[in-house]
C-alpha cells in the first residue's frame, strides 16, 4: 500500500494547482486502476467493472502518447514516479 500513499500525495499537490492538466488525469486513472485491480482479488466474476478497467486503461494510454508526443521529459518523469511501464511505439 506504499504506492497508494506516495500516489494520493501526488495528486494532493497537483489538485492545487491544475486539475485538468494531462498529468494529473494520468495520476487520477492510475488510482482508479489500482482500485479496480485491488477489487478484482475478491470479486473475478465483476465483467461490468472489467469493462471499465479496460476503458480506463485505454484512455490513460492515450494521455500517455499524448504526453510522450509533447514533452517526452515530464512522460518520463511521471512514468518513473507513477511506477508504470513505457508504453510501446507503434
Known sequence: MVKNSFISVISQ???NE???SV???IVSFTNKIRRLTSHFELHRKDYLSQRGL???LGKRQRLLSYLAKKN???YKELIRR??????KTR
Request: cysteine-free; aromatic content about 4%; charged content about 50%.
Open 82 to 87: 507513477l511506477d508504470i511501464r513505457e508504453s
Open 13 to 15: 499537490e497537483k489538485k
Open 54 to 56: 479496460r476503458k480506463i
Open 72 to 74: 517526452r521529459i515530464h
Open 18 to 20: 491544475n486539475k485538468g
Open 23 to 25: 498529468e494529473f488525469q
